[in-house]
């Protein structure tokens, strides 16, 4: 049983009150203390975009709006200061052990939305994300779940003149991803399913090769909006 915060390093009370024993729930060793879990911000129960679900006060948020299209992708947690901390530590600083934070919580919601004809394809990293940094950390936050492994992601290493692109030039450029060889997707409904929603584009251009490949649905879900 950890005997610390995973995130704070603070000391975590993992002692059981009477009251908490008596109601006789499963229990689960603490990850994270009060202090951390708390600054995240949750989307489930709130008024959040019929289409990317990110928080909004108006149906479709400006986002979506200019996309114009018919993508829907579900999300649990605001991409805010404190997951932006700790996507930081988890993929960046390569802390694997940080997959546990988040995996329960997420494999239950994607449980919840998954409808019964769907086939869980996670969004993969680059071969050279791969490498350095040793894991998927979308798949990291999933286990437990049966997916299938069909894409593979070819971006090349000029990840860095994506900023440099016009939003346009971003939006036109082709998918980066092909579909595995010896997959056969046709007429396969598709849940992806990403770490962090930011611009829509990624998942877009994972469901362009799905559909493109005989895929009759996709859509999405992501740990944070
Ligand atoms: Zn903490
Ligand atoms: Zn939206």
Same mark, same amino acid.
């Given at each position: 049983?950890?005997?610390?915060?995973?995130?704070?390093?603070?000391?975590?009370?993992?002692?059981?009150?009477?009251?908490?024993?008596?109601? &006789?729930?499963?229990?689960?060793?603490?990850?994270?203390?009060?202090?951390?879990?708390?600054? #995240? @911000?949750?989307?489930? *129960?709130?008024?959040?975009?019929?289409?990317?679900?990110?928080?909004? =006060?108006?149906?479709?948020? =400006?986002?979506?709006?200019?996309?114009?299209?018919?993508?829907?992708?579900? =999300?649990? &947690?605001?991409?805010?200061? /404190?997951?932006?901390? +700790? &996507?930081?530590?988890?993929?960046?600083?390569?802390?694997?052990?940080?997959?546990?934070? &988040?995996?329960?919580? +997420?494999?239950? #919601?994607?449980?919840?939305?998954?409808?019964?004809?769907?086939?869980?394809?996670?969004?993969?990293?680059?071969? @050279?994300?791969?490498?350095?940094?040793?894991?998927?950390?979308?798949?990291?936050?999933?286990?437990?779940? *049966?997916?299938?492994?069909?894409?593979?992601?070819?971006?090349?290493?000029? @990840?860095?003149?994506?900023?440099? $692109?016009?939003?346009?030039? $971003?939006?036109?450029?082709?998918? @980066? #991803?092909?579909?595995?060889?010896?997959? *056969?997707?046709?007429?396969?409904?598709?849940?992806?399913?990403?770490?962090?929603?930011?611009?829509? =584009?990624?998942?877009?251009? /994972? $469901?362009?090769?799905?559909? $493109?490949?005989? /895929?009759?649905?996709?859509?999405?879900?992501?740990?944070?909006?």
């Amino acid at each position: 049983m950890l005997k610390s915060c995973l995130l704070c390093n603070r000391g975590l009370n993992n002692n059981l009150d009477l009251s908490f024993i008596l109601s &006789f729930r499963k229990i689960t060793p603490k990850l994270v203390c009060e202090g951390c879990i708390t600054s #995240f @911000s949750t989307l489930v *129960d709130h008024k959040t975009c019929i289409r990317c679900g990110k928080l909004s =006060a108006i149906l479709e948020c =400006a986002d979506c709006q200019q996309w114009n299209d018919q993508f829907v992708n579900r =999300a649990m &947690f605001q991409y805010d200061e /404190a997951m932006r901390n +700790f &996507f930081q530590h988890y993929k960046f600083q390569g802390d694997y052990l940080l997959r546990k934070v &988040f995996q329960d919580q +997420f494999v239950n #919601f994607i449980q919840k939305i998954l409808k019964e004809n769907e086939l869980i394809v996670p969004i993969p990293v680059d071969e @050279s994300t791969m490498t350095s940094r040793g894991f998927n950390q979308v798949t990291g936050l999933m286990e437990g779940l *049966d997916w299938k492994d069909v894409l593979i992601n070819q971006r090349s290493n000029d @990840s860095l003149h994506q900023f440099q $692109r016009s939003r346009r030039e $971003r939006l036109q450029q082709d998918s @980066s #991803f092909i579909l595995k060889s010896g997959c *056969d997707i046709s007429g396969e409904h598709i849940l992806l399913v990403d770490d962090i929603y930011t611009t829509g =584009a990624t998942l877009r251009q /994972a $469901r362009t090769t799905l559909l $493109r490949n005989g /895929a009759t649905q996709v859509r999405s879900v992501t740990l944070c909006r």
